[in-house]
Every structure is written in C-alpha cells, then in structure tokens.
DNA sequence: CGGGAGCTTGATAGCTGTCAATTTATGTGG
DNA sequence: CCACATAAATTGACAGCTATCAAGCTCCCG
C-alpha cells in the first residue's frame, strides 16, 4: 500500500488546505481562518484500506481528510461495489448537523491518509452568526458534493463508458485543481483500475480499454498514478463537462 | 396528459400531505403542524410537462408538491436524458437554506399536479428555536433524499436491469406508503414507460422486456398505472433492498 | 372514425462483462 | 542489489446484456 508514497500523494500536508478551499467559496474572518487551519494540527495516520466511517454508524464527529484519497461505496451481497464519490484533500466528511444521524454509506481510505478531528468545525457552524464565512462556505461545500453526486448519477445512468471515463477525470482535475494538487493538464489520481472501475459501474477490463483508447485518441496520456490531459477542451465537449455552478456569487469552482 | 385523471393521481388533495410524512420523523407542535396544513390551502394546477425550475435558477422559493409526479433530471446534448429523483405528493422541492442558492436541475411535472407555495415552511426552519419539530423534520426529509439518491446511484451503476427495475418499484412503493398513497401490495405508477426508463438508464425496448421478465416470474402484475407486487419479499431479495435508515431515533421510513 | 401516444415485438448490432492467461510493476526479504 | 511473491495492468476469446431500428398493435381522445 505504499505505492503512492513517492508520488507525493501523502507527503504534503498543508495545515491551510481547508482553509484555502473555504475562502474560495465565503470570505472568512482571521478568527475563521484561525480555527480552519487549527484542525489540521493534531492529526492520525491511517495506512489504505481503512474503514473511515461505517454505514449505519452514527455520525458525532466531522472529519477532515488532510491528506491521501478516500471514497463512499456501497456493495451487493455478491460483491459489486459501487463507489458513489471520492473523498479528496481538503475535503470534509461526516459532517451532519442533524442530531442523531447516522451514515449513509460505508468510507475507506484508498492510500495512506492523514486525518483530523474537525469537530470543532462541525460546532462553528452551528453558531452561523459567530461564524458566518465558515458556515456558507461548508453550506456551499455540500451543494458542491451533491452536484458531483448528480454528475456521477449522471455519468453512469447515460454516459459510454468511454464519455464517462473522460467526465471522471476531469471532475477530478477540477476539483483537486482547488486546492491546489493539479495544474492546468496533470492530474494525480492514485487509484488502481478497479477503484476507478467501481465508480464508473465499468468492468476492470472494459475500463483499462477505454482508457488505452482515450490514450489512442491523443486525449490524455496515463502513467503509474498521473493522468495527464492533452487535449482538455476536446475531451470536455467528449464528456459534456460544465464545472458545476450551485450559487449566484462567486463565479464557483 | 389526461391519462391519470381517471386514476385519482391528482384527485386527491390532502391539507395533511405534507404533515402526515413530517410528523413521522418528528413530533410536531400544534402550531408546527398548522403552518404545514395551511400551506396546501392556496396552491396552483399545473399540466403535466410544465417546467417547475430551471437548472441554474435562484433557488430563493421552497414548494409543495402536493398532488401529481414530477422528476428532477438533466440531459445530454444529443438528447439522452437521466431522471435523477421523483418528486412524490407531499414531497418538497426548492429548498435550499444558504442564500444564493441556484438549482442544480430542471424539474418538471410528469402528470397534471398541484403545487403550493412552501416559504412559510423554508422561513420557519430558519428559525430552529421556534420551530424544533419542522426543523428537523425538514433535514431527515433531506437526509432521506440523499438516501434515494444514493439509491438510484447504485441501482444504474451496478444493479442489471431486472435488479434495478424491481429496487425502483420497491422504492416508490416505500415511498408512497408513507404519504398513504400505496397500500401493502399495490403502487400507483402513473409513468411511461419511457420516463421509468429515463430513470432507469434503460432504453424503452429493454425496460418494456424487463417489466414483462418480472410478471412472467410471478413477482408483479402491471395494468396502466398500477403496479402489483405479487411477491414482495422475493422482489426485495432480487433488488437487495432495504429501507433506508437516516436517523437513530425513529424506526425511519 | 381517424390520429397519435404509448406499448409490444422481432431482428440485429454492439457495447460491456466474464474468464483465463500473460505481462508488467511493486514490494519484500535475503 | 537481486530474486521472489504479489498486486496491478493487459490481452484475447467469447458470451450476453442492452441498445437500436422498424414495424405493428392498442388504447385514448378529439
């Protein structure tokens, strides 16, 4: 499991991950910005593999996800898996204001992860007129989420396989472009084929086809963990990729 | 669009839709539930068809839909179109707390509906202290719509057509129970069969082939509008369905 | 009674999955 | 640093699920 290790994937650890992904969606005060960047002080390491959150299990306490990859998934009783969405850097998860909720869906870690406690995050938010910026960005962040969860829906209800691989990988760019881990055309996705198979509803082996053909076609190029894009503008009109708009202001992300 | 008429899909109008499936995640005051009630009593016909919101219109009015079926769907350039959710009498729709919010989707009614004007509601839960039960009420309805969804998303991804077709059914049945408008075994579906394939990923053709493979198999009957589940455990074994659970409290839906 | 939307059916193509085997990459221990 | 063990990626052959195309049928409505 530490394929990743010298990719980088799990050596950056920036305590204003958080804070730089926030401020993009509301202006936070220095009070704000102060208690985002403090979570990622007293952090845990957990190796890939990792159960993060267990369907059915209550959820009390928000996390942040420093560093390395998660993802939400369910499973069939014959072991089809279908992951619903992944957990990047900087991305918060069981987070639910709600009293007595409990998850949804089951989480792992899919590389060595760094996480911290953000449960004084989840109680900031609580006290909006104390900590107005904190909690738009976080309502902003949700609607963010639910907007992926409409594309993957999306993707997998209606897309070609080979549409929806290219739809995929530029999500992902998309949003690890905001907190600052791809530049214009690379993008670092440390996933195995079959993690990438179970969110695209693809079989391993139809998917290592698909991406051996979007590679045929000039349109990315894909080495161990970096996919790089080649032709972004070509494969967004592929995918019918539209960066995701869920408020009036800030022009999103 | 007047196939439904005779069905009694938009005949009955009741002022307790909505409270009825609230009071059912929360204990609510006598003056929470008569703000729900009064809600349906000015309310406005639709023909099936109408656009109820537009992608990327300001979300700045909640509404009640309290009689007739509509979906929340997006569509490909060349036409191919996925349902993403259906909206179901006493369902509300719109609503979105943080302010600047805009849609994510179009919604449009699917059959003749009556619709009613929610923002007393949307106004109420922003104020917790006064409204406790609405309040959360109102976030286990939302968490529950994310349930679905994650529903439908594991459905089209990973689930075969005859699997996917009996959980939606099951899922519809759940659903339309709770507002009282299904009985054990008998679900009124007042859909084409292209739109349930719409929301199926399927083509017409093969979900016309799939609907007969589940009466053949003795587990439904079907006439126009109405589905039968002749044998509701075997269909739930088939589809791996269970009943979301979103909360801790009560027994849930 | 005519027209149209929706439903059904048959024939056919093709995308995608499955199975099995091979190659390549990665990680470990000597 | 090399050899082995394992995981991941590839490849080929083949089956099968699902889509597409086209035509006929049924029901409802005007």
């Not at 730089?20 to 220095?30: D, E, I």
């Not at 690379?186 to 391993?204: C, F, H, K, N, R």
């Amino acid at each position: 499991m530490d394929r990743w290790r010298a990719l980088g994937v799990d050596a950056v650890t920036r305590a204003d991950l958080l804070t730089q992904r926030l401020s993009r969606f509301a202006s936070l005060s220095a009070e704000e910005i102060a208690l985002a960047n403090a979570l990622a002080t007293k952090s845990e390491d957990f190796p890939g593999g990792t159960e993060l959150i267990a369907e059915g299990q209550s959820l009390d306490m928000p996390h942040l996800l420093v560093s390395g990859w998660a993802c939400r998934f369910r499973m069939l009783p014959d072991g089809r898996r279908q992951i619903f969405e992944f957990i990047l850097p900087g991305d918060l998860y069981g987070l639910c204001l709600r009293p007595q909720a409990i998850a949804l869906t089951t989480a792992i870690s899919l590389t060595p992860v760094v996480i911290a406690d953000a449960s004084a995050l989840g109680e900031a938010i609580t006290q909006p007129e104390k900590y107005p910026g904190l909690t738009l960005a976080c309502q902003i962040t949700a609607s963010l989420e639910e907007a992926y969860l409409l594309n993957q829906l999306m993707r997998v209800g209606r897309q070609t396989a080979y549409e929806r691989t290219a739809h995929l990988i530029l999500e992902l760019h998309e949003r690890l472009s905001i907190v600052g881990f791809a530049d214009e055309t690379s993008v670092p996705i440390p996933l195995t084929q079959e993690i990438m198979a179970d969110a695209l509803g693809l079989s391993v082996v139809h998917l290592n086809r698909t991406l051996q053909q979007l590679r045929r076609n000039q349109l990315i190029e894909f080495k161990s963990g970096y996919v790089k894009l080649l032709q972004p503008d070509q494969l967004a009109e592929i995918a019918d990729f539209r960066s995701p708009r869920v408020t009036r202001r800030s022009a999103l992300a």
